[in-house]
């Protein structure tokens, strides 16, 4: 688990933040639209990091908080 789902989340991000050239019509709308989605996937990557960081700081996980860290 702890090497598969930092995979998958840098897999999204490889498809999802794709350089693209801009294109000259875009809006202000459009531009914050943007900006929005690319801040929601980057709180989402936090909130990962940090999920990951306190299971691998819990010492010696036994089969209790194996299974709380897995309801979250």
Sequence with gaps: MLAIIP?????????????????????????????????????IAVVVVFYLLAYGFAPHANGLVSKMFVTV
């Excluded at 498809?15 to 693209?20: L, S, Y």
């Design 7 to 43: 995979f998958v989340v840098c897999l999204t991000g490889v498809f999802f933040h794709r350089e693209v050239p801009p294109d000259k019509s875009t809006t202000v709308a459009e531009d914050s639209e943007e900006a929005k989605y690319f801040g929601i996937c980057n709180v």
